[in-house]
């Protein structure tokens, strides 16, 4: 297997044109956090992009930050802290920008924070055959053509190479607190969830629920008072931040999304969980990718919901791709050598 590491878009764009020439599967990696997530591929070629690690515009005022894909969140996050600000991605600091953005991870803030895709508001890409497409803008009233930037979003690198983005940052909160109960449960998380406007997260486990709140002092403390009324006895761990899936252990992690009604059929008969109240998804982990995982996406499949492994073997599952044909036709118009991790992505696509 070769490996590529590119300093440049050029570098990219040459490297992908002479993969697609050759039909040789390439498989375009950052710093390999969740390299998981997908089908099993075969390549031929990696094509690193952790080269490409440059802040190309920052402006604190504009809240718009403009880097390279190649960049590490812990690097952008330093970036942005001097300027009392963040990008609101759930990944670790090893992980890149570019990376986070084609795999999609969910954060435990997305409860407040949305989906990742609508922080990503501009890039550039360069497809399998090695053009350089440019979707986006950074202001709102230049916006024109297809969202080519939102379709690369979670497409785990079938569809291009990701170079350049600019994402919507947000002010540092004034206060940041984490409060944890002393009952666990959906049941649990529930009630929280219903007592307290505006967290950032609510997570239940089967132990507790973890509750993150973040914003002007006040607001917290009024936030905290509702917490203690609903739950009772609860700990609190000031500017503490609440933690993901990289606190999940076994051999096998699945993200399950379903409608966030269905989490309790889903979750029935599991004992290792974490589950993002309001929002539908739950974080299992297994000892094993077999009868037990197979189990859980039957459960899932019933629930009208994906489950894909992001650590250990297992795969995207089997689960129906909504319009699958139009993913086709994408992955045609992009890559049309078939070369980018072929098979990674749903639908064997």
């Known amino acids: 297997m070769d490996l590529i590491e590119p300093s440049s878009a050029r570098g990219a764009r040459e490297a992908l044109h002479e993969a697609s020439q050759g039909g040789r599967g390439v498989s375009i990696v950052g710093s390999r956090t969740h390299l998981d997530k997908g089908n099993p591929t075969e390549f031929d070629i990696e094509l690193a992009m952790g080269g490409l690690d440059r802040v190309i515009a920052y402006d604190p005022a504009e809240m718009l930050a403009v880097v390279e894909a190649g960049m590490r969140i812990g690097d952008l996050r330093r970036v942005l802290a001097d ?3 963040e990008w609101p991605a759930g990944a670790n600091d090893d992980a890149t920008v570019g990376g986070t953005i084609a795999t999609a991870p969910s954060s ?3 409860l407040r924070m949305g989906p990742l895709r609508d922080t990503v508001v501009e890039m550039e890409l360069v497809t399998g055959d090695g053009r350089l497409v440019r979707s ?5 009233k230049s916006v024109a053509g297809y969202d080519v930037h939102r379709l690369a979003t979670g497409s785990l690198g079938t569809l291009g190479a990701i170079v350049q983005v600019a994402v919507k940052v947000r002010p540092l909160p004034k206060a940041r607190r984490v409060v944890r109960t002393s009952e666990g449960g959906l049941l649990a998380g529930r009630t929280v969830l219903d007592a307290i406007p505006l967290p950032s997260a609510v997570v239940a486990t089967p132990e507790r629920v973890e509750v993150a709140l973040e914003g002007w002092p006040q607001a917290v403390e009024e936030q905290t008072d509702a917490i203690r009324s609903a739950a009772g006895d609860v ?6 931040e609440i933690e993901g899936s990289e606190v999940m252990l076994g051999p096998v992690v699945v993200e399950v999304a379903v409608p966030p009604s269905k989490l309790s059929a889903v979750l029935d008969g599991e004992s290792d969980w974490r589950a993002l109240m309001g929002v539908g998804i739950a974080w299992v982990s297994l000892g094993d990718p077999g009868e037990r995982l197979a189990a859980l996406r039957g ?3 019933e629930a009208g919901g994906i489950a894909p492994v992001i650590r250990g073997p297992g795969g995207l599952g089997d689960a129906p791709v909504a319009a699958l044909e139009v993913h086709r036709r994408l992955k045609a118009a992009f890559d049309p050598a078939g070369i980018l991790a072929p098979g990674r992505f749903w639908g064997g696509l």
């Open 299 to 301: 459960r899932v499949a």
């Open 136 to 140: 986006g803008a950074r202001t709102v």
């Open 83 to 85: 300027g009392g600000q």
């Open 235 to 240: 700990e609190v761990v000031e500017g503490g």
């Open 108 to 110: 435990p803030r997305r």
